[in-house]
C-alpha cells in the first residue's frame, strides 16, 4: 500500500479536489496533489512496485506510473527527468525521477496521484500513513 511523501525535500502546494485552474481560472477537480520543491530534487517511489509507463503524456509531461498490487498504482507527474523505464521493479524509496516543471505546469513540483482500482483517490492518507 502506498505510504509517505514522493520527495525528500519540498512543501504541499496543492490539495486534492476542486480548485481554480491556474491556466484557465476555472474551477476544477485536481486529481491529485502537488509537492513544490527546488529543479532537480529527488522523486522517489512511495511504495514498492513495478513500472508501468515511464515517458511523455499530455498534462502530465515526463510521467512515472507504479502498479503497486492490491488494486494501488501511483503517478508522479512534470518530472525534469525520469529515472526509470517500464519493467523495473522498484523498492519503496527508489529514486525514480528528478522534480522539474513538464507538461502543463507552472513550477518545479511533482504531481502525486494514489489511483485504487483505477480511480484517482485523495493521496493525504497515504502521504501521512508512514509517520
Known amino acids: 500500500m502506498p505510504a509517505?511523501?514522493?520527495?525528500?525535500?519540498?512543501?504541499?502546494?496543492?490539495?486534492?479536489?476542486?480548485?481554480?485552474?491556474?491556466?484557465?481560472?476555472?474551477r476544477v477537480h485536481h486529481a491529485g496533489v502537488d509537492f513544490a520543491g527546488k529543479l532537480g530534487s529527488d522523486v522517489v517511489a512511495v511504495a514498492a512496485g513495478v513500472v508501468?509507463?515511464?515517458?511523455?503524456?499530455?498534462?502530465?509531461?515526463?510521467?512515472?506510473?507504479?502498479?503497486?498490487?492490491?488494486?494501488?498504482?501511483?503517478?508522479?507527474?512534470?518530472?525534469?527527468e525520469n529515472l526509470v523505464k517500464v519493467g523495473d521493479t522498484l523498492k519503496k524509496g527508489h529514486l525514480i525521477a528528478k522534480m522539474g516543471s513538464s507538461g502543463r505546469s507552472t513550477g518545479p513540483h511533482v504531481h502525486f496521484e494514489v489511483l485504487l482500482n483505477g480511480r484517482a483517490v485523495n493521496p493525504k492518507k497515504y502521504v501521512h500513513a508512514s509517520r
Open 4 to 26: 509517505g511523501r514522493p520527495v525528500k525535500r519540498g512543501w504541499l502546494s496543492s490539495y486534492f479536489g476542486k480548485r481554480t485552474d491556474p491556466f484557465t481560472g476555472r
Open 52 to 80: 508501468t509507463y515511464s515517458g511523455k503524456r499530455y498534462g502530465y509531461g515526463n510521467l512515472v506510473e507504479i502498479d503497486h498490487g492490491n488494486g494501488y498504482s501511483t503517478r508522479y507527474g512534470h518530472n525534469r
